[in-house]
Nanobody
């Protein structure tokens, strides 16, 4: 099973940008679809973005569409989440996940078997 380590979180003012990275090890990275989820205090974990292992198709939740971009570098075994125009409501712990599903199944966290430890993103108003 692949191991995942996130980095790049921090404190940023509203309107600012952050880029999260997730480094994978212990598996063949290109075989996995990759996703980003987030969990705010008192709320359930929610889907943010995913990139499919099949064709590299990207998926976003509506609230981040046009502001966030997911990408992957298979040579570096890394997936990224570029977050622009950040809002206070984006504040959460962000988790990277790896799974073997594809297409619309990627919005479901149960599709993903491997998870990172999470990185905190805090957006101040």
């Amino acid at each position: 099973q692949v191991q995942l380590v996130e980095s790049g979180g921090g404190l940023v003012q509203a309107g600012g940008s952050l880029r999260l990275s997730c480094a994978a090890s212990g598996g063949t990275f290109s075989w996995y679809s990759m996703g980003w989820f987030r969990q705010a205090p008192g709320k359930e974990r929610e889907f943010v973005a995913a990139i499919s292992r099949r064709y590299g198709t990207k998926y976003y939740t509506d609230s981040v569409q046009g502001r966030f971009t997911i990408s992957r570098d298979n040579a570096k075994n890394t997936v990224y989440l570029q977050m622009n125009s950040l809002k206070p409501e984006d504040t959460a712990v962000y988790y990277c996940a790896a799974g073997t599903g594809w297409d619309s199944t990627l919005i479901d966290p149960s599709t993903f078997a491997s998870w990172g430890q999470g990185t905190q993103v805090t957006v101040s108003s």
